[in-house]
C-alpha cells in the first residue's frame, strides 16, 4: 500500500492569481528579509485554516465540509503563488544565504505556474481541475445501460488484487483504461498552458521547475536518477524473470518465456507493486514462522494499544512522547455514523505539535507496519517546528516519506520478541518469502517510480509530442519495467491518465526516492545502532544513538541542502541504492538458483 503524506505545507498543487506589483525603488536586503517574515507569518495562519478545515472534511465528509476545506485551501494556494512570482524581485539582491534559500524555496514551491494572463491562468486552472475531477469520478461500466455493472477504482482495485482469471483481468484491465479517453485534449493544452506559467517564472518548462526542487541543476538531477537506478537494475531483472517464469506455470502462453510481463497480470491496475501476486510466486517453504495478523487477533489488541506501541518504538529511541492532544484528536477507528476518508495519514494541523494521524485501524500486520509509518511523519513534524515556516517540511520530497518506511524496516520478529507480541523469533533461514514479498512491493516499485516523471518531462519538454504521448508511455514502460500490453495500445488510448498522479499533476519522483533512501537509512542506522547480523533482520529498537542521529537529520528540517540532512545520517552526500543489495542479499541468490538457466530480461 502506498501511503499519502498529508502535510499541508506549501507545496500542493498551486493555480490561480497573478502576480502583485513589485514597485518601483529597487528592493534592499532588509527588504527582502521583511517580505520573507511577511510569507512566514502569512502562510502560517492561512496553512492552519486549510489544515483544519481539511482534518474536518475528511473526517466528517458532507458538502458543506467539502467547500469549506476547498475555500481554505484554495486561499493559501493562490496566497503561494502570489508570494512566489513576488519573490523574483529579490533575485539581484545581495541577501544572507538563510534569506536566499528561503526566497529559492518559495519560488520553487510551486507544482504548477499559471501564466499571468487572467484568460490562460483561468483555463489552466480549470483544466488542471477538470482533469482531476475526471480521473476522480472515472468508472468503468460493463453495461453502461446498467448502473450496477460500473466500477470505480476500489472495486477495480479488488479484482485487480483477488481475481485470477486472466480473461477478467485483461477485460477490467482495459475497461479501466477508458476513462482516461476524454482527458487527452485537455491534457495537451494544459502541458501548453503550465509551459508557459513556468516560463514567466524563469524555467524551461513545468518539468524542469520540478527538478529544481533538488538542490542541483535539473540535468544533474536525471543523471543522479539513472545512476541510482543502474545501481539496483540487477536484482530487478532476476525478480522480473522469477515472476515470468511463476506466471507463466499459471497463466501459460500469455506470458511470454522471455518477453515483457503482461500488464494485467501482476495484482495491480498499474503493475506498480505486485505483492499481490505472492501466493502464486511464493517459495515452497514459505512460512514465515509466525503471523502478527493471527497474534494481535488473538490478544484483542486495541487499536491505541497499537498506537501505543509504535509510540514506544519512537520513545525507545529517545525522542519524547506525543503530545496529550495527539491522543484527543486523532482518528483511529473508523466512525460508526458517519463518512470518512480512511486512507491513512499523519497531520501536524498547526505545523508546531497538534499531531494526529488519521487512520480506520484493523488488528492486522500490515495496519501494526502503516502505523510506524505514519508516527514517522509527526516525528519529522515536530522536530522541524522550530524552524521558519517555509523551512517546516522535509529535506526534500522523498525524506518524509522515507522516514516512517525506515522504522517499519526495524519491525523485525527480533523487536516482535523484544516487545513480548512474539515468543521466539524464527530461524533467519525462513526469510525468503517476508524477504520475496518485500521485493515485490519495493523492489517492484522502482521502475514504475522512475517512469512516470521520465514520461512528463519528456511530455513537458517538448521532446515527446502530443501525437506520441501514449506511444512514449508504453516505450518507457517496456525499458523501465519490461511490462507491455497483451494488445495494441495506439493513440487512440491515453493511458498514463489512467494513473491518478498525471490527471492529478502530482509529481512522483519522491516515491522513487524514499524507496531508495529508506535502506540507505536503515543500513547507516542499524549500523550506528550496532547491528551485526544480516541487514534485515537489524532493528533499531532502543537504540538512543541512532535515535540521536536521526534526530539530527529530522531537526534540519528543509533549512539546508538534502545532501547535508542526508550525510548527518548516512555519512555520505551521495545517495546510495547499494543498501537494497546489501537488505535482499539473501534474496537474490535465492533468486539465482530459482532463475538457472531461464531467460533474464526482454
Ligand atoms: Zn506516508
Request: hydrophobic content about 40%.
Amino acid at each position: 500500500m502506498r501511503l499519502i503524506n498529508f502535510v499541508l505545507v506549501l507545496a500542493i498543487l498551486v493555480s490561480g492569481c497573478t502576480s502583485g506589483s513589485s514597485g518601483n525603488s529597487t528592493p534592499t536586503a532588509e527588504d527582502a528579509k521583511k517580505f520573507m517574515d511577511d510569507v512566514n507569518d502569512t502562510l502560517f495562519k492561512l496553512a492552519l485554516e486549510a489544515s483544519q478545515a481539511g482534518w474536518v472534511s475528511e473526517t466528517y465528509i458532507t458538502d458543506d465540509t467539502s467547500a469549506l476545506f476547498a475555500r481554505a485551501n484554495q486561499r493559501l494556494i493562490d496566497k503561494t503563488a502570489q508570494y512566489a512570482k513576488e519573490a523574483v524581485r529579490f533575485d539581484k539582491v545581495d541577501v544572507a544565504p538563510d534569506i536566499r534559500r528561503q526566497l529559492n524555496i518559495l519560488k520553487v514551491s510551486l507544482v504548477m505556474a499559471t501564466p499571468s494572463n487572467p484568460k490562460e491562468g483561468e483555463e489552466l486552472t480549470k483544466i488542471a481541475a477538470d482533469l482531476d475531477a475526471t480521473y476522480g469520478k472515472g468508472k468503468w461500466c460493463e453495461d453502461p445501460k446498467k448502473s450496477e455493472s460500473c466500477l470505480d477504482i476500489n472495486q477495480i482495485t479488488d479484482i485487480m488484487r483477488d481475481s485470477q482469471d486472466e480473461k477478467k483481468l485483461r477485460q477490467v484491465w482495459e475497461g479501466w483504461h477508458t476513462i482516461s479517453l476524454p482527458m487527452r485534449k485537455e491534457y495537451t493544452r494544459f502541458v501548453e498552458l503550465s509551459n508557459k506559467g513556468a516560463k514567466e517564472l524563469g524555467f524551461a518548462d513545468s518539468g524542469a521547475m520540478w527538478r529544481s526542487k533538488y538542490d542541483m541543476s535539473p540535468e544533474d538531477f536525471t543523471k543522479e536518477l539513472d545512476r541510482l537506478w543502474t545501481q539496483v537494475r540487477p536484482l530487478y531483472l532476476k525478480l522480473h524473470a522469477y515472476v515470468r517464469m511463476k506466471l507463466r506455470e499459471k497463466y501459460g502462453d500469455v506470458v511470454p518465456a522471455n518477453g515483457p510481463l503482461p500488464a494485467h497480470l501482476l495484482g495491480n491496475i498499474w503493475a506498480q507493486d505486485w505483492s499481490n501476486v505472492y501466493p502464486l510466486v511464493k517459495p515452497a517453504n514459505a512460512d514465515k514462522g509466525y503471523d502478527l495478523t493471527s497474534i494481535l487477533k488473538a490478544r484483542k489488541t486495541s487499536p491505541v494499544d497499537m498506537v501505543k506501541t509504535g509510540e514506544r518504538f519512537y520513545t525507545s529511541i529517545g525522542f519524547p512522547s506525543l503530545p496529550k492532544t495527539f491522543w484527543d484528536r486523532s482518528m483511529l477507528v473508523k466512525p460508526r455514523d458517519r463518512e470518512v476518508v480512511c486512507h491513512a495519514s499523519a497531520w501536524d494541523v498547526d505545523n508546531v505539535e497538534d499531531l494526529r494521524i488519521k487512520m480506520c485501524i484493523q488488528p492486522t500486520d500490515e495496519d501494526f507496519n502503516t502505523i510506524h509509518h505514519e508516527l514517522g511523519h509527526n516525528f519529522y513534524q515536530r522536530a522541524y517546528k522550530d524552524l521558519p515556516v517555509i523551512f517546516r517540511d522535509s529535506a526534500n520530497d522523498g525524506f518524509h516519506e522515507a522516514i516512517g518506511d525506515t522504522i517499519a524496516l526495524s519491525v523485525t520478529p527480533e523487536y516482535l520478541v523484544k516487545i513480548g507480541l512474539l515468543d521466539k523469533a524464527p530461524d533467519a533461514s525462513r526469510d525468503i518469502g517476508l524477504l520475496l514479498h518485500k521485493a515485490l512491493e519495493k523492489i517492484a516499485f522502482l521502475p514504475f517510480g522512475l517512469l512516470i516523471d521520465q514520461w512528463r518531462w519528456k511530455v513537458f519538454s517538448g521532446e515527446v509530442k502530443p501525437e506520441d504521448y501514449n506511444k512514449a508511455w508504453w516505450d518507457l514502460r517496456l525499458k523501465y519495467q519490461g511490462v507491455a500490453p497483451v494488445t495494441p495500445r495506439g493513440e487512440d488510448f491515453f493511458d498514463p491518465g489512467a494513473k491518478y498522479h498525471v490527471p492529478g499533476n502530482v509529481p512522483y519522483t519522491r516515491y522513487f526516492l524514499a524507496d531508495i533512501l529508506q535502506f540507505q537509512f536503515h543500513r547507516a542506522l542499524a549500523q550506528t545502532a550496532g547491528c551485526t547480523s544480516v541487514l534485515n533482520r537489524c532493528s533499531i529498537y532502543q537504540s538512543g544513538e541512532a535515535g540521536k542521529k536521526l534526530n539530527d537529520m529530522l531537526s534540519m528540517g528543509l533549512s539546508k541542502p538534502w545532501p547535508e540532512a542526508l550525510e548527518k545520517i548516512a555519512g555520505s552526500k551521495q545517495m546510495d541504492a547499494t543498501a537494497i543489495l546489501d537488505y535482499f542479499k539473501p534474496l537474490d541468490a535465492w533468486l539465482d538458483e530459482q532463475i538457472k538457466g531461464k531467460p533474464v530480461g526482454w
